[in-house]
């Protein structure tokens, strides 16, 4: 148990659905991360937080959309997304340390079809 | 330009062996930190060890060494005494710390490690 969860697991939606990941943490830590899994890639950033203030945007396209009401709280909002936005997108959390070892949750499988 | 470079996609090793997993890493900064993470089947990404560039002597975590090599920026995960449960993905990751504060880490491609009786 890493205090890190996610909800949904596995979520399959169509290209005109709109969902919502969520991200939890039970660590007390103040920064919240969005990474995106695909296959034969690298984890790739998507977004930070830091104290609920949104402190990156790796680049993301706008059918992505953050949101961070508190500390323990990370939601990815998803609309009009593509195939190849189908992933394992993981969370993770920190304490804005020099060290800054960041824990992770156990991840969305997104299919988008 | 690749920061973070894992040259074995695939590895296989005999249960009790010693495994060297590799990872060199590119910066300019002074200042960052190295970390090795797993990966199991289950997705979870599980934090084993961190080597900060300031560090002078190589972290040890249990089983779990980082054989730091600074002028070559190599940063080799040593797992000893192999176990099937080591069988995961292992990924090398990097923060450069000149931003201050929360920042993400940027990952390597992996190595798939599958430990045989």
């Known amino acids: 148990e890493t205090g890190v969860t996610q909800t949904p697991r596995h979520l399959v939606m169509g290209m005109t659905n709109k969902k919502s990941l969520k991200c939890e943490q039970h660590?007390?830590?103040?920064?919240m991360y969005w990474y995106k899994q695909s296959a034969k890639k690298p984890l790739e950033l998507m977004f930070v937080y830091n104290f609920k203030e949104q402190t990156e945007n790796n680049s993301v396209p706008s059918r992505f959309s953050p949101e961070c009401p508190n500390s323990s709280h990370l939601f990815l909002h998803l609309h009009t997304l593509q195939p190849e936005d189908s992933a394992l997108y993981l969370c993770?959390?920190?304490?804005?340390?020099?060290?800054?070892?960041?824990?992770f949750g156990p991840g969305t499988r997104l299919t988008v079809l | 330009a690749q920061k973070i470079t894992q040259t074995q996609p695939g590895m296989f090793v005999q249960e009790k062996e010693a495994v060297t997993l590799d990872c060199t890493y590119d910066?300019?900064?002074?200042?960052?930190?190295l970390f090795w993470y797993k990966q199991p089947s289950s997705g979870e990404m599980i934090f084993l060890i961190y080597q900060g560039s300031y560090d002078e002597q190589n972290a040890t975590e249990g089983r779990y060494s980082l054989n730091f090599q600074k002028a070559r920026k190599s940063a080799n995960l040593v797992i000893s005494a192999s176990q099937l449960g080591d069988s995961a993905m292992y990924f090398c990751?990097?923060?450069?710390?000149?931003?201050?504060?929360?920042?993400?880490?940027?990952f390597g491609k992996g190595t798939h490690l599958i430990i045989q009786p």
């Open positions: 910066t300019s900064d002074q200042s960052y930190g």
């Open positions: 660590l007390g830590h103040n920064a």
């Open positions: 993770a959390s920190s304490q804005e340390t020099s060290i800054n070892e960041q824990f």
């Open positions: 990751a990097m923060r450069e710390m000149t931003g201050g504060g929360a920042d993400g880490l940027t």
